[in-house]
């Protein structure tokens, strides 16, 4: 049973909200939750893995060894501002993730605290897009400030030019634009749909 069956089910007027449809109701909103919150724990693992791997490169790239390092903590503290700011937005993702399973522990044992849980969760996600977009406007503001420590310190010349100022914002806009489609044609009226469903659940009740 789908969302728009429910839906129908509910505003029947024959409707009494009978045991199989708060059943169905209760089936789909946990299998829904528990595919989600599969989802994001798994963007969240992707994501931890490539900062990690992105930071030990640095890290490594900035110890001495027998040598001068090829990164320089007081020259290229905007590189270093540009990697500390998507483990911000991890933890900060983190922490909603943490807060959301907190307050719905489980993948709840009414048709109430499933519908809760799943709608909080589709805020979650709406958030999370949020957080990325906003990511995303951050390293556009500071990549300018790390292509200027690059090239005065001579790590970088001209041809970092174009990546940087065409290749990186384009990309970034794409990404942006892409978030934006998918929240509107996806999780938005995802949304309004499942606060439908409440309303008339509260009505049964």
Not at 40 to 54: D, E, M, Q, Y
Not at 89 to 95: A, N, R, S, T
Not at 105 to 123: F, K, N, T, W
Not at 182 to 201: K, T, V
């Amino acid at each position: 049973m789908n969302y728009d069956e429910l839906e129908t089910a509910w505003r029947s007027p024959r409707n009494t909200a009978e045991a199989t449809t708060l059943a169905a109701a209760q089936a789909r909103f946990v299998a829904d939750l528990a595919q989600r919150r599969r989802g994001t724990r798994l963007f969240l693992a992707l994501v931890f893995g490539a900062l990690t791997l992105i930071t030990v490169r640095v890290v490594v790239s900035a110890w001495t060894l027998g040598g001068s390092p090829t990164i320089e903590l007081t020259h290229d503290w905007a590189s270093l501002l540009f990697l500390a700011v998507p483990w911000v937005g991890f933890g900060v993702l983190i922490h909603r993730m943490r807060r959301h399973e907190r307050v719905h522990p489980g993948l709840g044992r009414s048709v109430r605290q499933a519908l809760s849980a799943l709608l909080d969760e589709i805020a979650m996600a709406r958030a999370r897009l949020k957080v990325v977009a906003s990511l995303h406007g951050a390293t556009l503001v500071l990549l300018p400030l790390v292509v200027w420590q690059l090239r005065k310190t001579g790590k970088a010349g001209d041809e970092i030019l174009w990546p940087a100022f065409v290749g990186w914002p384009l990309f970034a806009v794409g990404i942006l634009v892409a978030l934006w489609w998918y929240d509107r044609s996806r999780l938005r009226p995802r949304q309004r749909q499942l606060e439908a469903l409440h309303r008339e659940y509260e009505r049964e009740e």
